[in-house]
């Protein structure tokens, strides 16, 4: 019951339009998805991945948000709006971060091996940011709204604007 009380009292702190704790747990799709992880990522750590997917399956119909259940994600994460986010299988999430909607926290290839990124703590990631690939982005680093990161980014680094370049060719 304290990483809820603790996670509801960040977002009551980041959002001023927030008016009750109440609001915030019942009415914010980002505390709610987080909740229908925590569950899921219990199912998946004890190999009930089909029980730990219909309960992200359920969370990403309720909020819109959608979180692998093998994803680690740290504490007083703040989804913002949240609909479209999509955080992957073995995505790791640091403490103290920001996601706004439409955010992509996604694998370039298809491999069963470590494929999505590592956000450190404090990390802001802006609307529509797509991060993709096992790549690490440092600490206290802000992402930009619509930025396309597919490489490492140092810890306290602005990235903005979407890029595009060759990945690889055939």
Request: hydrophobic share 45%; charged share 20%; proline share 5%.
């Amino acid at each position: 019951m304290g990483r809820v009380l603790e996670l509801l009292k960040t977002y009551k702190t980041y959002d001023p339009a927030a008016k009750s704790l109440l609001e915030i747990a019942l009415l914010y799709p980002g505390p709610r998805a987080l909740f229908f992880h925590r569950i899921a990522h219990l199912f998946y750590d004890l190999k009930l991945f089909f029980i730990a997917r219909l309960m992200a399956e359920i969370g990403r119909f309720v909020t819109g948000i959608e979180i692998h259940p093998g994803a680690t994600i740290g504490r007083r994460l703040v989804i913002d709006h949240g609909m479209g986010v999509v955080i992957g299988e073995t995505a790791i999430v640091g403490d103290d971060c920001i996601i706004f909607h439409g955010v992509t926290l996604g694998g370039v290839k298809f491999d069963p091996v470590k494929r999505h990124p590592t956000v450190g703590n404090k990390v802001l990631i802006g609307t529509g940011a797509k991060i993709l690939g096992p790549i690490t982005l440092g600490e206290g680093c802000r992402i930009g709204a619509n930025a396309v990161v597919f490489k490492d980014v140092a810890p306290g680094t602005v990235i903005v604007g979407p890029t595009s370049s060759v990945l690889e060719k055939k």
